[in-house]
Structure formats: C-alpha cells, structure tokens
C-alpha cells in the first residue's frame, strides 16, 4: 500500500508511522487524516507489529489541521460538509478512535510544535518522548472550536483537572521544559537523540510477550474508563455546531490574517 502524506516503515516488529508534510509543519489535510487512519487499521491487523512509533518530518511534528482546506474551505464543500454534519449520526473522529483503540503500545517521537490535532495526537499516545524543541499548545478556544478526544479525555488524565483546563481555556504554548515539569511527556531529550531513543523503548517493549503487553493495555484503558463512542459524540456534536458560529471564522481568519481575533459570541 502506498502513501502521498505520511510514511510508513517497519523494522522488525516496530513500526515507524511519520506525518510527511514537512513544508508546513505536518499540518493535516483530509488526505493525511484518511492515510493515517488506513495505517492504524493495517498496523492493528499485522500481528507482527508489537509497538508504534509516531513523529513527523521535518522541523515539526503537527501544526495541527491545515487551516485553509480544513477550516477555511470553498463555500461549496463547506455546505456540503455543515450538511453532512447536521445529517449524520455524531461519530468520534475515525482516526482518534482507531489511535485510541489500537491494541498494541504506541509512542509519540514529538520532535517539534504539536499544535491543535497534533498535541491531540500526541495525547492519545500511551507515552510521549520530546525533544528540547518540542512545543505543545491546545489552540482550538482561539479558532471558536473544541478540541478531539485527546483533549477532552486524556489530558485530564495525564496532566490534572486545572491544569488540563488552564491549557484548554487559553490555548497556551509550553516548551518542552514545561511539558515535562507537569507529566505531559515522559522524558525530554537532545533533537538528535528523539529517534533513537524512541525507536529504543519501542523494541524495548516489542521484545517482550506481545500477548501480555496487549492485555496491559487493555487492562489500563478499562481502568480508565474508556468510553471513546460517547466522547467521539460529544465532540462531533460539539464541532457541527461550532463549525457554523461567527467566532469560529474569525478564529481562523485571524490566523490567516495574522492578527488578534475579536470574538462577538455568536
């Protein structure tokens, strides 16, 4: 199976799955969320991949949606898709939902900005490395949006109620440093070390019992409380509604524009 958008590669039973939009920062298209959810499904049904390793090309990991095709598309495709979202039955976003149900271990290589979706990907992860270059910022508030599963879910997990909350209000930035302080990130290392010490924990973990390891994760997920249908709902609710305000086109023309946004509440 071939790609345009990412890239996939096994070395023994570790599998490497990079975002290969380098010249702008990862960000995600329809055609690089599809592939990656096609990639998930293919590495969930090859039973000789024991761990996943996921990082983007380049100076960035993911900037997150690509603002302009996502956000911001013609007029024509965006009534198309404020129709379907009204219609359809809300369902968790394909590709969240196949990262969050993998069944074999899976380890963010976050090598720089991880933006919006990006930090959402880095967050549904079960362990994220960084390197000092890495960055984190939730900024879906500055666009009018809410943000996916990784967001709603698991950063309470991993960071705390407040502090989760803080990140989600404000859409601020934090460093590597930060991330680390406050357990976002399982370790920080030098740029140059991110794979390396990556892809070490991953045969680290694919060299043991696979059949054991996958009945940890699925133990961890249940005590948990996973319950990725109904979250994915709240969230695609959420995102038919939001993605028709005001606020959320001047969230993204603002960013576009590169200016401050002026939020009017409707």
Not at 112 to 128: K, N, S, T, Y
Not at 178 to 199: N, T
Request: glycine share 8%; with cysteine.
């Amino acid at each position: 199976m071939s790609y345009s958008e990412i890239l996939y590669e096994q070395d023994g039973h570790v599998l490497t799955i990079t975002l290969n939009r380098p010249e702008i920062m990862n960000a995600l298209s329809r055609t690089t969320y599809s592939e990656f959810e096609q990639a998930l499904n293919r590495a969930n049904e090859d039973e000789s991949v024991r761990a996943v390793v996921i990082t983007g090309a380049g100076r960035g990991f993911c900037s997150g949606d690509d603002v302009r095709q996502v956000m911001l598309a013609p007029e024509e495709v965006e009534n198309r898709r404020l129709k379907r979202l009204r219609q359809a039955k809300a369902e968790p976003t394909p590709a969240a939902a196949r990262l969050l149900t993998l069944d074999v271990p899976t380890i963010a290589a976050v090598n720089g900005p991880a933006m919006g979706w990006g930090m959402d990907l880095a967050l549904m992860c079960d362990i994220r490395i960084a390197s000092e270059k890495a960055r984190f910022a939730m900024l879906y508030v500055l666009r009018g949006l809410v943000c996916d599963i990784g967001g709603m879910y698991c950063l309470p997990r991993i960071v705390g109620t407040a502090r989760a909350y803080e990140l989600l209000y404000t859409g601020e930035v934090i460093d590597a440093a930060e991330a680390d302080r406050i357990g976002l990130v399982s370790r920080v290392v030098p740029p140059e070390r991110l794979m390396e010490e990556a892809l070490a924990l991953a045969r680290r973990i694919a060299d043991n019992p696979p059949l054991a390891v996958r009945r940890i994760k699925e133990g961890v997920r249940r005590g948990l409380g996973y319950d990725v249908q109904s979250m994915g709902e709240y969230v695609t609710g959420s995102l038919a509604i939001l993605f028709e305000t005001e606020d959320h086109k001047e969230g993204a023309n603002a960013f576009l524009e590169k200016r401050k946004p002026v939020f009017r509440g409707r």
